[in-house]
């Protein structure tokens, strides 16, 4: 049973803890003048198609509202060879960063007119790298920003440099800002969004940039839509990386935040093998900036590794992600049975339930090691059971909450009813003495 915090009564000593989750054309023929074959030249022909034979990758379909998809003929479950992940902007933040922005000690070469008070002007930084630099300047007043895109600080000669915000206070949001951002890979466009913020006598003044894009396709594999992504880290202390990290889950959850700081939302750091619905492969990425606008290419190699049996047990589990020290990713999609992967010393890097409309996820509380060296049983998801750690302080009586699955695991609901947190009942000899209300956090 897939089980959430909200609603909750729970009671310590006696304790009882009952949930009610809420989750929350035809084009003209060509003709062809008449030839003459000689059978040599087609034996010849004929020998050459069939020693040469290539197979093709799997063909690009186009869905409207979804653009271009990976999905094979009559939905078999080859695996394409070569995926083509292009920019996209997601509904959350990846990852962000805050700067103080410090005025220069004189105006740009040229700028464009500004109010009298609290406009800015400044250098912006993407992480600690200094080559990825750019003049910009905040009217407030105007709810305009201005980005030197081209390098030349003039910030009147780029018209795809000048942003507006809805907003009119002393926070304002720039939404879709493009920067071109250089990596060890090329120059790639980096989609933010900047949160600028001042004080009512524009004495200083903040900003927060939020990365919101990744790259990204749509693959159809046995039946089964899946979100294949790579993922920068812009903000790293060695600078901007690009694809530093892969995501690889079902297409239905690609709305669910993802985060370069938290491992547990599914991500890994780009792996070199992957194991992904009971096949090995070697991966390798590589971006192609010829055409208007870049893509980052995976390749998939297949592999053929020894393997071990692993009996899944666990309810609710809709996909696991493991990362084994020999360099593997696993993604396990399939239902609780016996299942093979590469031998191997595994982390559990994620583990997603879902029941119906409710989705919960395992928190990282502690690592969660699986030795599959050998043929081994393994616990992940429900049932999930609400928990209740009592500690004495002195004369005080501390309880902690936790939503613990079958593998001995923090859990968390991806919908929480703040408004309605676990509720906790005190009883002695049968009478009630206390109750209250557990807090978030």
Excluded at 15 to 44: D, E, H, K, N
Excluded at 191 to 196: K, Y
Excluded at 393 to 400: A, C, E, I, T
Excluded at 426 to 433: D, E, L, S, T
Aim: charged share 20%; glycine share 8%.
């Amino acid at each position: 049973m897939l089980c959430g915090p909200a609603g909750q009564a729970v009671a310590a000593s006696a304790t009882t803890i009952i949930l009610l989750p809420v989750l929350t054309c035809l084009a003209p023929m060509p003709t062809i003048s008449p030839m003459i074959f000689r059978p040599g030249r087609v034996l010849l022909i004929a020998i050459c198609l069939l020693a040469f034979a290539f197979r093709a990758p799997a063909p690009l379909v186009y869905r409207a509202g979804e653009g271009w998809i990976y999905e094979p003929a009559g939905g078999s479950s080859d695996f394409p060879r070569e995926v083509v992940l292009r920019p996209e902007v997601v509904p959350y933040e990846l990852e962000s960063v805050s700067w103080n922005l410090a005025q220069p000690s004189k105006p740009f070469l040229k700028e464009p007119e500004m109010s009298q008070r609290h406009a800015f002007r400044s250098i912006l930084q993407v992480g600690q790298d200094t080559n990825n630099a750019y003049a910009v300047v905040w009217d407030q007043p105007k709810h305009k920003l201005y980005v030197d895109l081209n390098g030349n600080l003039d910030l009147t000669d780029d018209p795809v440099g000048v942003f507006s915000s809805a907003g009119k206070g002393f926070q304002q949001v720039f939404t879709n800002v493009t920067l071109p951002v250089k990596t060890a890979a090329g120059l790639h466009p980096a989609i933010l969004d900047l949160h600028l913020f001042t004080d009512a006598q524009g004495i200083w003044a903040q900003v927060q940039l939020q990365s919101r894009s990744l790259w990204q396709a749509k693959v159809a594999l046995a039946g089964e839509e899946w979100q294949v992504a790579a993922v920068d880290n812009l903000f790293g202390r060695e600078g901007p990386t690009a694809a530093k990290f892969l995501l690889l889950r079902p297409w239905a959850v690609r709305t669910n935040r993802v985060s370069v700081y938290d491992l547990t939302s599914g991500i890994v750091p780009f792996p070199s093998q992957l194991f992904w619905l009971g096949r090995a492969f070697h991966l390798e990425h590589r971006f192609d900036t010829g055409g208007e606008t870049p893509v980052c290419k995976l390749e998939l190699t297949p592999q053929q590794q020894p393997l071990t049996e692993l009996k899944l047990s666990g309810e609710s589990l809709y996909y696991a992600v493991l990362h084994a020290t020999n360099g593997y990713t696993v993604v396990v999609r399939e239902p609780p049975g016996t299942l093979k992967l590469p031998q191997g010393i595994y982390t559990v890097s994620a583990v997603w339930l879902k029941k119906g409309a409710a989705e919960a996820y395992r928190l990282a509380d502690g690592p969660l090691l699986i030795n599959a060296t050998a043929p081994t049983n393994i616990v992940l998801g429900g049932p999930l059971t609400n928990s209740v750690t009592l500690t004495r302080q002195g004369r005080k009586l501390r309880m902690d909450y936790r939503l613990v699955g079958a593998d001995g695991g923090s859990y968390r609901l991806t919908q929480e009813d703040r408004a309605k947190p676990p509720e906790f009942t005190v009883y002695r000899g049968g009478k009630k003495v206390e109750s209250g209300k557990f807090e978030f956090g």
